[in-house]
Each structure stands twice: as structure tokens, then as C-alpha cells.
């Protein structure tokens, strides 16, 4: 399948005359899942759960629904162990509250890896504050990557909780979690993964992984914003207090107490945004429509292309590892001698959308010893030339700067 076909399917590039190279931060929508969407706006709006209306049972049906297949999707046991947000930051700080205030102690050890997205890295601050408890870091290596060296020296005896991003969305690097869940779960700790940059471009089957819990976002995978999905084990699920309280989380209210909903609506207060967990569901269409083999294949000729070209700019600083089997769909730069902003502002001019920042990932950045990057980052509908145009618009930033950098 060819990606310029699929960009046919995307009316924005219709629109608009634009190298969309941001898709690490949200991708763009098919017409697909902005027409469900309107349809469902147009034929099957209401409140679910609430309603003894047919209407109402319509959006109940379409709401559910979706659960299910959320669950096939990445082969969770029980529809009810996917619980809906409205993104992966609202997951994480859901399991940060309701399972890590409640389960750690003084001198208890929480790890993460120091290439967290800030979602998976202060509610965790929050956490060894308030519990006592001690957060620690897997640092990476000159190939930025997690050594196995690594791995097994910060999860000891004493860690409890390990939180681990499957894709880094600075650097692309695709972290080991098989090893690292079997290791953790070996010392007795559950495990987190954060799988906002991965789902999107590789099947996940949290039964194969055994993961304990597993967030992402909507947004990042062709769905509408204001979505996401925590994944967790029923055994833990059922265990942990709410996160947020009120209406459609309750079971029995009376003056002084309350009792609880059963899973997966415990964790659910308040209405839900039902467009965006139904355009969530019509993105998986696509996306099982496209197949991830098909996206496999054009992301690594593509990503494989970029790599090359950009490789070849003796001005560009590249963050990423030399093995490509371990790389995503990310990559991190820089223009020596100019900064990042300046860099996505020329590239800008250029129809290119970049990023620069820090990508939420400060202590990251810190570690590397720079404070931005610009970033690329590729998906289904981008093309080798939309690299070719990436690199004529680095030419034209470096040649800006070139007299002022001798």
C-alpha cells in the first residue's frame, strides 16, 4: 500500500499545502473518522448510561461497543479492564493516585527511565513525596539506549511500581518492556507502560506483554482529542479507589457515605466524551483496515530514507540510536549553532511542520546536556518527499545562519 494513496484519505492535505512532520504530537484524521464522527453528532447524540430512551441506549450501545473493541484490540481479558480518559496524562495520573498513594510506603522505590514524557515522570515526584517512597531513574547509554546492565541494577527488592515509555518521543528509542516487565514482575513490582508513541505504529497484546497497566491517547493514533485508554489488570483495577468521584462512577449515595460502581464506570465520573471514544473505535477501523503491516512497511522505507538524507548533513546533530531495529518513528535534531525555534520557524516558511522544544521531557534533555531539539516525526500518510522537502528547508535555515556560524 502506498502512503500517497493513503494520503488521499486525509483532507487536510487537501486543504492545506503542508509537510506534516508532527505526528508525534498528534496525527491528522481520515475522512473515516471525521465522518463517523459527524454521523454520530447527527444521528445518536445523547447521554449514555442515563437515558431509558432508545436514543440514549444508542449511545450507550455505541459507547460500550466501543470498549469491546478497544479490548480485542490489544487483547485485554475483560472489556472492563479498559477504562476511558481523556488522554494518557489523565491515565497515569489515575494510576498514580489510586494505586501508587495507596500502595507504597517509607522507603519503598518507584523506577522510571529518564526519558519520560513529564506525565509519567512528576505524578511519580508526587507519589515518593507524599509516601515517602523513592523515585529512581534507568539511565541510557551513549547509543541511547537501556542497558541490560541497567535494567537489572536500579528494579531491585524494593521497587514497587516501574513506569517505561515503549517509544521515547524525543528519541525514538523502542525500549525493551518484555525484559523489562519480566524482570520487574521477577523482583515483585508492576509495571506501567506509557504506549502513546508505539500504538500508533506496532500491534500491542498486553496479555503477551503481561503488563499491569498500559496508557495512550487517542489523539496520537488518527482519533479525535480529549480520548485516552488505561488498560489494568481487573486484580488491581478492583483494588484501587477512584480518582475522580461523581455521577456514573456511584453505586448507592446516601448523607454521610457512598458506595461504589463496579468496573469499568468507577473510574469513569461524569459524562464522557462519547464522540471521541466512538471516533477512538472508528480509528481502529482504519487502522486495522490500513494493517500494521502495511504501516510497518511504509514507516521503515520512509523513516529508513530520513535517516539517510538527514544523516548526510554534515550541520545537523541526530539523536537516535545506530540501530535502526530499535528505532521508531522519531527523530530528534539539531541545526549546530542555531536554535531550535529559529530552526521550525525557517522550516515553517517552507510548509514544514516540525517541532522544537523540550518535548516534555526536560530531565532528558538535561541529561543530554541541551535544552531543545527539533523533531521529525513520521506516520502512515508521510512520503520520501516530504524528507526531500525537510532537507531543502534545513539547507535554507543553515545557509541563513551559515556566515554568522564561521
Known sequence: MDSRKIREDFPIFKNREIVYLDSGATTQKPNYVIDHISEFYKNYNANPHRGAYSLSMEATEIYENTRDKIAKFINAKRSEEIIFSKNATESLNLIAYSYGM??????????????????????????????????NYMYINDEFEISDEEIEKKITDKTKIVGITHVSNVLGTINPIEKIIKYAHKKGAIVIVDASQSIPHMRIDVQKLNADFLVFSGHKMLAPLGVGVLYGKKELLKYMTPFLMGGDMIEYVYEQSTTFAPLPN?????????????????????????????????EEEVVSYAREKLGELDFLTLYLTPNSKNHSSVISFNVKGVHPHDVASILDSCNVCVRSGNHCA?????????????RASFYL???KEDVDRLVNGLNKAYGMFKKYLQ
Not at 111 to 118: D, G, T
Not at 280 to 287: E, N, S, V
Request: proline share 2%.
Open 102 to 135: 495507596e500502595h507504597l510506603k517509607q522507603d519503598d522505590e518507584i523506577v522510571i527511565s529518564i526519558m519520560e514524557h513529564h506525565s509519567n515522570l512528576v505524578p511519580w515526584q508526587k507519589v515518593a513525596k507524599v509516601t515517602g517512597s523513592k523515585l
Open 266 to 298: 468507577k473510574f469513569e465520573a461524569g459524562t464522557q466524551n462519547v464522540e471521541g471514544v466512538a471516533g477512538l473505535g472508528y480509528a481502529i477501523d482504519y487502522i486495522e483496515k490500513i494493517g500494521y503491516e502495511n504501516i510497518h512497511k511504509i
Open 362 to 374: 526536560q530531565p532528558l534533555m538535561r541529561y543530554l546536556g541541551f535544552d531543545s531539539t527539533c
Open 381 to 383: 500518510y508521510n512520503t
